[in-house]
């Protein structure tokens, strides 16, 4: 129990008497604390900032951010690499709607959290009276998340604590709101009572069996492939079921593809790893099991050209049943949490299970020698200034020769390099834009990759995608965090070298200030900051900020004509009928 927030004297009868009494802040903490939560990603002010405070005294850790959209995203990240729900507490309406974008983006990668926001007076919100930040927040919430929730009364503390944590773990994760009124922080309870209120979810996302018949048709369908593959996904990766996925994949022999937030699962150099042959798996395959991944726009729906014109049979394991059948033809839905499905699945495959099918193994393996023997001399290049292979070529040996490293990957052209580059070798090590391919992740997700886990981070950012979190290196740096931004600078978006096709004065919409010091941003915080012009350069800085653990932001310079437009989903531009003048 956190410090009672004062005692009372009961009344002449027995003045003798003095009751213990708690409030609405102190049940909040002792709620989460009693559920094992310890860490609140917040900005405070009216009417959170004394739960802020209180929290801090009894011990918990609460970090500040500079703005609510990356405290959200530090809450999200760090509910995926826990498995508990990440907390972010934000102020009334506009510190609640900036940390929304987090909660709405946790909810569409499945990311634990809990959004709790601090709001005006029911009373004079529902007459539209024009409180102080006035906003029927609750109502805003409910379509962008999970589960909303509001407490009106102390005694109800614990058990709206309880419901927000349910909803965020149990079944598919995601974000849940939980509305605390400014009043109810300040109501009081007898402590007695207060203590009992509060509720230790137990078993807060249980287990989900599959049935038998669901594990013997997805054996049968495994069974007849001649050209298998599996696609493991983040929900493989949150799933923690590390061990029994490696066993699957190596027991059927089947090439495996991760998903960008997958790989480390199995590390990107097993020998069963397709990544370097992506497209050639995805077209030729007959069967694919689908673990913990959604056929959506990442997957081109599970048709079209990618998927080629071979017939598919698909096996689907999630804990989400509305999932199967979401884009094609689910042949065997699995459906049930991934530590159950995987091992129901290794028991079922029988000790004679056949070795995958040699010519398709071979097929796969000589196109994947062949994509990496052609990248190989373009990842060694030193050319000043870098190309995103010669700048990726060194983060590379870098991640190779520190795996424990967690890698916070944004951008265009520079996370779509950088996850074909990079090798990732331990499960939950590479954080990205995930499945909305949102800006601004970045900061926010190093934050919490740093607190949550005491691992070195590395942020590989894009100079565009840094600028939507940047002024967090204030808040690596107040808490000394072992980060190394390193900002791909490009001089804007996609590259810097587009121009303003009316030839007028303003520059192009996705050209920034050329040669920008990103790495003088950092020094104005006390952090170290290097400007890098080659790949050594980079290799070097990157080593000394690791082995220092000072926050450092290198500013890696990167010809500014290397770029792609959207990188590797130009595609999804839309075509205009009038010709570019
Ligand atoms: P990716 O972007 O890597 O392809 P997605 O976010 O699209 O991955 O898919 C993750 C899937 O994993 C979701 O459909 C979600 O329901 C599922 N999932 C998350 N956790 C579990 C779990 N513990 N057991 C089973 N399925 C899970
Ligand atoms: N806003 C948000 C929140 N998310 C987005 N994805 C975008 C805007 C659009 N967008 C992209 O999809 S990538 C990108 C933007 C603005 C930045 C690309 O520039 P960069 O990377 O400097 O980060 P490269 O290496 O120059 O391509
Ligand atoms: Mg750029």
């Known amino acids: 129990m956190s410090t009672p927030a004062q005692t009372a004297e009961t009344g002449p009868e027995d003045d003798e008497t003095q009751i213990e ?12 604390k009693l559920n094992d939560i310890s860490n609140i990603y917040a900005v405070p002010g009216i009417p ?7 929290a801090q005294a009894s011990g918990m850790r609460v970090i500040s951010f500079r703005h609510e959209q990356h405290a959200g995203n530090a809450a999200a990240i760090a509910g995926y690499l826990t498995q508990k729900p990440g907390i972010c507490l934000t102020v009334s309406a506009p510190g609640f709607l900036n940390g929304l974008t987090a909660l709405a983006n946790a909810t569409t990668n499945c990311f634990p959290m809990i959004l709790i926001s601090g709001s005006s007076e029911r009373e004079i919100v529902d007459l539209q009276q024009g409180d102080y930040e006035e906003m029927d927040q609750l109502a805003i919430a409910k379509p962008l ?50 203590r009992n209120s509060l ?44 061990d029994d996925i490696r066993k ?15 790989k480390g699962l199995l590390p990107d150099t097993h020998p069963q790893s397709a990544g370097a042959a992506r497209s050639l798996v995805l077209k030729e395959s007959d069967v694919v099991m689908m673990i913990g991944a959604r056929l959506n726009w990442l997957l081109s729906h599970g048709k079209g050209k990618t998927w080629g014109t071979a017939p598919k049979r698909f096996v689907q394991i999630d804990i989400d049943p509305k999932e199967m059948d979401s884009n094609v033809e689910i042949a065997a839905p699995v459906v049930g949490d991934i530590g159950s499905c995987v091992s129901a699945l290794l028991k079922a495959m029988c000790d004679s299970w056949p070795a995958a099918p040699r010519e398709w193994t071979e097929a796969v393996n000589t196109r994947k020698e062949a994509n990496l023997a052609r990248m190989a001399p373009r990842l060694q290049n030193n050319n000043v ?58 900061m926010g997700f190093a934050v919490a990759a740093a607190i949550e886990t005491g691992k070195p981070v ?22 000394k965090l072992p980060v190394c931004v390193v900002v791909f600078n490009n001089n804007g978006i996609y590259r810097g070298t587009d121009v303003n096709p009316s030839g007028g004065e303003d520059v192009a919409t996705t050209v920034f200030v050329k040669d920008a010091r990103y790495d003088m941003m950092m020094e104005a915080f006390g952090g170290v900051g290097v400007r890098a012009i080659s790949p050594d350069d980079l290799y070097r800085a990157v080593n000394d900020a690791i082995d220092s653990g000072k926050p450092t932001l290198i500013n890696a310079v990167i010809d500014e004509n290397a770029g792609t437009e959207s990188g590797r989903i130009g595609n999804l531009n839309p075509k205009s009928v009038v010709a570019k003048k």
């Open 248 to 262: 699957l994949v190596e027991k059927s022999g089947f090439p495996y593809l991760p998903m960008s937030m997958a």
């Open 145 to 194: 998340c999970k589960a909303a929730f509001r407490v009106l009364n102390a005694e109800d503390i614990g058990i709206g604590v309880a419901r927000a944590i349910r909803a965020a773990c149990s079944g598919r994760p995601g974000g849940v709101y939980l509305d605390l009124p400014a009043k109810l922080l300040g109501q009081t309870m007898q402590a007695e009572a207060g």
């Open 48 to 54: 959170i900032t004394d739960l802020g405070r209180f």
């Open 385 to 442: 200034p870098m190309d995103f292979h010669g700048a990726l070529g060194a983060l590379r040996k870098i991640v190779r020769e520190r795996p424990d490293t967690i890698l916070v990957n944004e951008g265009a052209n520079t996370l779509d390099f950088a996850r074909s580059i990079i090798d990732i070798h331990q499960p939950r090590k590479r954080l990205d834009v995930g499945t909305w391919g949102v800006m601004g992740i970045g």
């Open 21 to 32: 009494l708690t409030d609405g802040f102190h049940l909040v903490i002792d709620a989460l």
């Open 199 to 242: 509720v230790k979810v137990v078993d807060p996302a249980p287990r989900q069996l599959p049935s038998n018949d669901a594990i013997e048709r997805a054996i049968k369908v495994l069974e007849s492939a001649k050209r298998p593959l599996i696609i493991l996904g983040k929900g493989a990766s949150y799933a923690r079921a590390d």
């Open 458 to 479: 590395l942020a590989v950012e894009g100079d565009s995608a840094f600028g939507f979190s940047g002024m967090e290196i204030e808040t690596i740096c107040r808490y």
